[in-house]
């Protein structure tokens, strides 16, 4: 059965920072790449950030160079640290395997509000 576990959203102001952490039960991150979702209010879930077998990683436009995707494959972990958080960075944030979308599990996500 695969389980993800996403932890570490919360309320934050523009210009500040948080780290997500994505913990998974029934698959085996290190063997494949690993993505992070957004979905924000009214909108679509869209993939934010992604890491490849081999540690190389890709983000989308509106993140890049503020976000850094991460994993520890002792802890089967992938992490996203998201810096000069903007309020478009708010929404609820997911973590799955790209090959492993189409079955259509999620995990509960993790709200990230970033408000003053």
């Known amino acids: 059965q695969v389980q993800f576990v996403e932890s570490g959203g919360g309320l934050v102001q523009p210009g500040g920072s948080l780290r997500l952490s994505c913990v998974a039960s029934g698959i085996i991150f290190r063997t494949d790449s690993v993505g992070w979702y957004r979905q924000a209010p009214g909108k679509q879930r869209e993939l934010v950030a992604q890491i490849f077998i081999g540690d190389s990683t890709d983000y989308s436009a509106t993140v890049k160079g503020r976000f850094t995707i991460s994993r520890d494959n002792a802890k089967n972990t992938v992490y996203l640290q998201m810096n000069s958080l903007k309020p478009e960075d708010t929404g609820v944030y997911y973590c799955?395997?790209?090959?492993?979308?189409?079955?259509?599990?999620w995990g509960q996500g993790t709200q990230v509000t970033v408000s003053s």
């Open positions: 799955n395997v790209p090959s492993f979308v189409a079955s259509g599990y």
